[in-house]
């Protein structure tokens, strides 16, 4: 009954797992403001249900992933879906704010496990464009689900309450453990030898300069995409005085334009460009979408016409890049594929966490020039840093943003 690595079922799998963290934070963002009246509890108590869901992803990742590197992928997998499924329950069921607090946290943990085990286990099956055809799908399936989820929340919240959120997200847990019993494999090899590792590849992660380098890439590129996240609903609704319909239709078109990049990145890694390439194209395209949104927005008169289409050009140059830049830092680590992944994950978390916090401070003081201004910064540093890399690259003679040539699978 297992699911070959090689269908489109296992990609689409593998895509459910990895959305799992965003699933669950878009589809219960709905129900924050009314968490204080329905538990009797505060609004920074409401607040910390999506802070600690927040630290729980960034250690679940760092846990499942080393774990998995010793223990295997599949009874990971199975017991972070087991108590992803648990929580979620516990969640829909709790009684107050401190105890749905925890329990997001602990499902926080194990959604961040079920994702960084999606990313490893690509790793371990795939090699060489195979692998970075799969990274750029499952980005795609990463993409259109949290697109429909706060419309999902906001439905099943007005006609059942916020109880009914969380018990969709057990419910959703659990037919996905069922699944991974069922029909998952090992993908983990225990041959610790590894043909695919090249010898200039440093045993210690935080020794491999092309890792370092290109994970603080992602982060600052991420960093720029999750600014808008975080300051969307102020600068649509507040500084541009529109509505929640408008803001949900600038958030799907954004999220349309992220899987529209994922999906090209997929369909021109076909064509035999490198991820190398490709995510340059990216961070280029976004660090230039980003200066023409500061621009427009420095003068203090917005189209918002202009606005939106600088926010889409660098939403798909995002999801261009992402799946690029994740193959070219982890591509060649297959020895500590979980411990790779998670690390990349928990530097690209950073970025994002980072961002957020800049935003909440600088808007209040600077409105909407804040967050194009920060945006801008954060694209402008990322494309400079991945310059520095290609330049270092042909200082040696080599070609150390680029991943080991091989065959798939």
Known sequence: MRIAPRSLWFTVLLGFFAALPALSIDLSAPTLVELPSALATTATTAGLTLSLFMVGFALGQLAGGRLSDRRGRRPVLIAALAVYGLSGAACAFAWSGPILASARLVQGASAGACAVLAFAMVQDLFQGEAARLRRSYVTLILGILPMLAPAMGAGLDAA??????HAVLAVAGLVLFGVAVMAVGESRQHDRSDPFLP????????????????????????????AYIAAAPVVVMGELKQGPAVYAGVFACTAFAL???????????????SA????????????????????????????????LLF???????????????NHLAVGDRHRDAG????????VQLLGGAASSAAVATLLPHFGMMATAGLMAALASAAALLWLSLLRR????????VESTPSAGN
Request: glycine content about 12%; aromatic content about 8%.
């Open 339 to 346: 411990l790779a992944s998670a690390a990349f994950g928990v």
């Open 160 to 165: 059942l309450g916020w109880r009914s959120v």
């Open 259 to 273: 899987s529209a990049g994922a999906l090209s990145s997929a369909q021109l890694g076909k064509r035999r460009l």
């Open 393 to 400: 690259a042909k200082e040696i003679g080599g070609s150390s």
């Open 199 to 226: 010898a200039r590849i440093p045993a210690r992660l935080r020794e491999d300069r092309r890792f370092v380098a290109v994970s603080l890439v992602n982060a600052l590129s991420y960093g720029t995409l999750f």
């Open 276 to 307: 190398s390439a490709l995510a340059g194209w990216g961070i280029m395209l976004q660090a230039v979408s980003m200066l023409a949104l500061a621009l427009h927005c420095h003068g203090g008169r917005y189209s918002p016409g202009l606005i």
């Open 311 to 325: 926010l889409a050009a660098g939403s798909f140059a995002r999801g261009l890049a992402a799946p690029n830049l």
